[in-house]
T-cell receptor
Framework: DAKTTQPNSMESNEEEPVHLPCNHS???????IHWYRQLPSQGPEYVIH???SNVNNRMASLAIAEDRKSSTLILHRATLRDAAVYYCILRSGAGSYQLTFGKGTKLSVIP | GAVVSQHPSRVICKSGTSVKIECRSLDFQATTMFWYRQFPKQSLMLMATSNEGSKATYEQGVEKDKFLINHASLTLSTLTVTSAHPEDSSFYIC????????????FGSGTRLTVV
């Protein structure tokens, strides 16, 4: 499986934008870029995903580099409820479609 | 949106007994479900992939006779931890996707298993 690299932790002030980076230099042409987040003692929650173009939804935006070797999850206004571990995952467009979780980025939001 | 219901949320069992965890897709048919295990302060580790009507595919190092997976219908997969031991204590999480979807995966809320 193609791997991703994320910072272990990040901090943000409440109500400010947050940019969570992810490197995936070995991404293949059929790999989708998925983002999930996990609050303590809960299952992960889907945030957003994309293939080549930037994506927006009600939770976040996903900016994908032109060469697809990196991406950035953007939370436009961080709230205390956004404090979680954020996982960037490459999901193959073929095969078993499984998600392999890395260590993720622990986001802390400061009031 | 797609909802996956996982039960129980917490269970305590004695060593040597078996525990069954259920994972249901409430508003969609899940041809494939995934089972993960998560130890404290660690990431999720994929245990197995279950496909409706066929045998589960286990990841390397996961004992298929200890972690029995049944995916008998398009809305229900179960994980049975047999002859549980204290080292099986963990957070178990299921996930589901519809067969033709390229959308995000939906996760259950997890089951905290404590073996005493």
């Amino acid at each position: 499986d193609a791997k991703t690299t994320q910072p272990n932790s990040m901090e943000s002030n409440e109500e400010e934008p947050v940019h969570l980076p992810c490197n995936h230099s070995t991404i293949s042409g059929t790999d989708y870029i998925h983002w999930y987040r996990q609050l303590p003692s809960q299952g992960p929650e889907y945030v957003i995903h994309g293939l080549t173009s930037n994506v927006n939804n009600r939770m976040a935006s996903l900016a994908i580099a032109e060469d697809r070797k990196s991406s950035t999850l953007i939370l436009h206004r961080a709230t205390l409820r956004d404090a979680a571990v954020y996982y960037c995952i490459l999901r193959s467009g073929a095969g078993s479609y499984q998600l392999t979780f890395g260590k993720g980025t622990k986001l802390s939001v400061i009031p | 949106g797609a909802v996956v219901s996982q039960h129980p949320s917490r269970v305590i069992c004695k060593s040597g007994t078996s525990v069954k965890i259920e994972c249901r897709s409430l508003d969609f048919q899940a041809t494939t479900m995934f089972w993960y295990r998560q130890f404290p302060k660690q990431s999720l580790m994929l245990m197995a992939t279950s496909n409706e009507g066929s045998k589960a595919t286990y990841e390397q190092g996961v004992e298929k006779d200890k972690f029995l997976i049944n995916h008998a219908s398009l809305t229900l997969s179960t994980l049975t931890v047999t002859s549980a031991h204290p080292e099986d204590s963990s957070f178990y999480i299921c996930s589901a996707r519809a067969g033709t979807s390229n959308y995000g995966y939906t996760f259950g809320s997890g089951t905290r298993l404590t073996v005493v």
